[in-house]
């Protein structure tokens, strides 16, 4: 053996107590780094703030407490009051709901349509690949938002009509990332092996594929979502999704924008600042994992 | 690929699209619930020979094939149906917005492209605070929604110190310029943002590349280096970008213009969607389709000025 | 005696961040005669290339150069941003390894070589372009007219390195830093490629630093070799090749497969703690 046997050994034990086991957690908090933490503490301050509503928020939002109407902050009120004086900060916590939970069930359904499509379309090729690559160029023809006004022209302004609308438009854009990857990942080494064992090629897909386009279809789906979050919002606003009086941040722009020219801007600025606020965190966090999801390959 | 070989296929993809997105888009309007007469008659019905001549006037009793062949007959020959609420031409109704919507989405994209590449440029030629003020920046434009921008501007510009008009159209000219301002500024302001953040990052991209060494090994000054290897080479993601951001204009300029009462087709579209006018539903999104796949085809066209190594037609 | 064209003199480069110095050249030096070729060889790592970017000035930022180096009795370290710029164009002229990477791929081939001549020394576009053909056609490119329209995509390694090979001449420079330029080639490119620097060289009398892996190319073309380990130069002369005498470089020369001999596994260069040692005594002596 020659002399650096021992001091290499010794490094790579030292490399491996390095790299080894900081923690889940502590990897995710490196890879955020400190604008990425304080992005999560906002958005996770929204999200607590939406899914404890009933239990925390000081009045019941849809309770119109006339003689507080158009008021600005005071100690009954924290935030103030709408025009019908019903309380802001219920709203803005009961709205957050509406606002989190929308678009997530648009990225949860666009996301597994998208993934379904696209391994079906990467591990078949062939007419399969083109059938589905056709479909997803038709689908990135219409602009994603137009999908959700389509649906709500047809069934009726509605939450459920509008989520299930946009998802429709968000499928191309995760089936086209998923299915690059998916295409890359096919042709490793490690798949054939899996193949030259006798799995399937649908096992191979769920067993192998789908766990190292993981990171990508995570990234892929945090930064959208900060794009849903938008664009329910904007269907909102224009009345065609959520209805009054059920608090949604958008309508809460929207309705703050008519007490805006009598003169009291307080609901839009709260909900607007709101919107923006979870938006930027989102985008954010989506920013700090796509750039760790392309570093990693 | 030649010119009109390219032009011919994107024409294909083009009517093939139209087919597809029309079927689907008349299909699911012929599925909506609800019939388009209670619109037309009113809550209280009608007599039974209104009923008669209003059916025989849309042709609601023919079966659903029927129906979308006649109805994609009269497309091509330019008829476009007629409005159930406002009782007109559909293609009038349109012809008398599209001008606004056009005007809207060509002086944002004029915004997006100075105030996004210069910024970009700054941030990544000039560096340091500036660098941090306009990546934060950019960070904030992109989270802000049009229409929460359109609520701020209005109650800044337009309520607050009257400089602007909060809604309408404009008369014409600089009157128009006049109106169309705030309007323009809210619709480019996510996407400038974004746009600015791609330039930085081409920049810095391109800055770091091998034929920029050679450029500099060679003596050329820095300007000229800045010009011709970096910005020129930044430009392809930057056009790439570009054109995408124009083509998601078209679907912003429907929440512009309803949050700034203008009237242009997005605004429209809200309302025929409101009011189950199908006609127009149906006719204001394929123009909108078709828009879109315009903007796109140019784009690819484009790339082959700005991209030697890219041929027309090529999937990349 | 007429001066060197080029004196390193006790060159040392590191790299400088917050937490730490890195050194990577320990004081190297070497002297180029007009119309002479030193091979430059020695591991990966072992800062040949670096050697020729310190030169040249262009280290990255955070890099901290010290030493001497000397262009026809002129101070390079010493230079303003003007006479910089003047010696990377006219003085002298780098050939890089992939020409691939190293030619931007939006401009014409013509573009890319009459660019310096046009736009900094004043030529007219005509003139830079008949001299370009005429320079295509000495590295043995042929129909030069029609390549000058062409885009780098559209030619093969070996011919797009031989556009770089003209594009160095054409600025006409007294010495020409070559850093590996056939590495990134085929075998057959290789040797067309290297046999255009050699004839070109001995043409114009020009002085060359070849960069390479390979022994016999650099022992072929060059009057001198230089062995570089480790950031310094710890052999250099004629007889390298046939005689070394450092430890290292014995170990280098026998790590050649032979023509002659079948070996079952070719030999391998160890981290050898004795010359690790020697560099280190040296170092601090």
Not at chain 1, 233 to 261: E, H, I, N, R, W
Not at chain 3, 88 to 97: A, C, K, N, S, Y
Not at chain 3, 253 to 265: K, Q, V, W, Y
């Amino acid at each position: 053996m020659n002399a650096n046997a021992a001091p290499r050994t010794t490094q790579i034990a030292l490399a491996k107590a390095r790299t080894q086991d900081p923690g889940a957690f502590t990897l995710l908090l490196r890879k955020l780094g400190p604008l990425g933490i304080a992005a999560s503490i906002v958005l996770i301050v929204f999200v607590l703030a939406a899914a404890l509503a009933p239990w925390i928020a000081p009045y019941d939002p849809d309770f119109p407490d006339l003689l507080s109407a158009l008021s600005g902050p005071s100690a009954q009120h924290l935030l103030g009051a709408d025009a019908l004086g019903r309380d802001l900060l219920s709203r803005l916590m009961w709205g957050a709901r509406i606002t989190l939970l929308g678009p997530a069930l648009v990225i949860l359904i666009a996301t597994v349509v998208g993934v379904v499509l696209a391994l079906l379309a990467a591990w078949n090729r062939g007419i399969v690949d083109t059938v589905i690559s056709w479909i997803l160029d038709v689908l990135f023809a219409v602009p994603g938002i137009l999908f959700g006004l389509i649906a709500v022209a047809i069934f009726g302004p509605n939450l459920m009509t509008v989520v299930v609308g946009l998802s429709i438009g968000y499928i191309p854009y995760v089936a086209r990332v998923v299915r690059g990857a998916a295409l890359r990942e096919r042709n490793m080494p490690y798949v054939q092996a899996a193949w030259l064992q006798g799995q399937s090629g649908f096992g191979i897909s769920l067993r192998q594929i789908l766990p190292n386009v993981q990171p990508i279809v995570t990234a892929q789906a945090v930064s959208s979502l900060g794009f849903a979050v938008v664009d329910l919002a904007a269907v909102s606003f224009l009345g065609l999704g959520v209805q009054p009086p059920t608090a949604d941040l958008g309508l809460m722009v929207k309705s703050g924008f008519d007490s805006m020219l009598r003169g009291q801007a307080g609901e839009a600025i709260t909900a607007g600042l709101a919107i923006v606020l979870i938006v930027w965190s989102i985008t954010v966090i989506g920013d700090r994992l796509t750039s760790n999801a392309r570093s990693i390959r | 690929m030649s010119v009109p070989a390219f032009l011919l296929r994107r024409a294909g993809g083009l009517l093939l699209v139209l087919f597809v997105t029309s079927f689907i888009v008349f299909g699911l309007m012929y599925l909506a619930p609800g019939s388009p007469l209670s619109f037309v008659l009113g809550p209280r019905g009608g007599t039974p020979e209104q009923i008669a001549a209003v059916t025989a006037q849309y042709h609601l009793n023919d079966p659903f094939i029927v129906r979308y062949f006649a109805w994609l007959g009269d497309l091509f020959q330019g008829n476009l149906g007629d409005s159930i609420v406002y009782r007109q031409p559909v293609g009038d109704l349109i012809a008398g917005r599209v001008g606004t919507t056009v005007a809207l989405i060509a002086f944002a994209t004029v915004i997006i492209a100075i105030v996004g590449i210069g910024l970009g440029l700054i941030a990544s030629l000039k560096g340091g605070w500036l660098d941090t003020v306009i990546t934060t920046l950019s960070t904030l434009g992109l989270a802000t929604p049009t229409f929460v921008i359109g609520v701020a501007l209005i109650s800044l510009f337009a309520v607050g110190t009257g400089w602007f008009p909060t809604n309408g159209s404009g008369g014409g000219g600089f009157d128009s310029i006049w109106h169309l301002t705030l309007p323009a500024i809210a619709l480019a302001v996510a996407s400038a943002a974004y746009l600015a953040r791609i330039t930085r990052a081409s920049v810095l991209e391109e800055e770091g590349r091998e034929h920029v060494q050679t450029a500099v090994a060679r003596g050329l000054r820095s300007p000229l280096i800045i010009r011709r290897h970096v910005l020129r080479n930044a430009l392809i993601p930057i056009t790439t970008v570009m054109g995408l951001t124009i083509a998601t204009l078209i679907a912003g300029a429907v929440v512009v213009e309803s949050v700034f009462a203008l009237d242009g087709l997005g605004s429209l579209l809200v309302r025929a969607i409101l009011q189950r006018d199908f006609a127009v539903v149906q006719a204001v999104v394929l123009v909108l389709v078709v828009a879109f796949v315009v903007i796109n085809a140019i784009v690819d066209f484009l790339y082959t000025l700005i991209d030697p190594r890219i041929q027309l037609g090529s999937k990349q | 005696m007429s001066q060197p064209l080029l004196e390193v003199d006790d060159l040392r480069a590191s790299l400088v961040t917050k937490y730490r110095r890195l050194d990577l050249l320990n004081g190297v030096s070497f002297t180029l005669d007009r119309g002479e070729a030193i091979g430059l060889v020695g591991e990966s790592g072992s800062g040949k290339s670096l050697t020729t970017r310190a030169i040249m000035r262009m280290l990255a930022k955070g890099f901290r150069t010290e030493g001497d180096i000397r262009f026809d009795g002129e101070s390079v370290l010493g230079m303003n941003r003007e006479r910089l710029r003047r010696f990377r164009g006219t003085d002298v002229g780098i050939i890089f390894q992939d020409p691939r990477a190293h030619v931007n791929p939006v401009h014409s081939v013509g573009d890319f070589l009459t660019e310096a001549l046009v736009r900094e020394r004043g030529v007219s576009r005509e003139d830079a372009e008949r001299r370009a053909v005429q320079l295509l056609d000495e590295v043995g490119v042929r129909h030069a007219e029609r390549r000058l329209k062409q885009y780098p995509h559209e030619l093969s390694g070996g011919l797009l390195q031989r556009v770089m090979i003209a594009s160095v001449l054409l600025a006409e420079p007294q010495l020409i830093l070559a850093d590996e330029p056939t590495t990134a080639l085929d075998v057959t490119a290789q040797s067309d490629v290297m046999a255009i620097i050699e004839e070109q060289r001995r043409a114009r009398g020009l002085s060359l630093l070849f960069i390479t892996h390979d022994l016999e190319l650099a022992n072929a073309c060059c009057d001198r070799l230089a062995v570089m380990y480790a950031g310094e130069i710890v052999e250099q002369g004629a007889h390298v090749y046939d005689a070394p005498t450092h430890p290292y470089t014995k170990e280098l020369m026998g790590a050649r497969p032979s023509i002659d001999e079948r070996l079952d596994r070719l030999p391998v260069l160890e981290y050898n703690l004795e010359i690790h040692e020697e560099l280190k005594a040296r170092a601090q002596a």
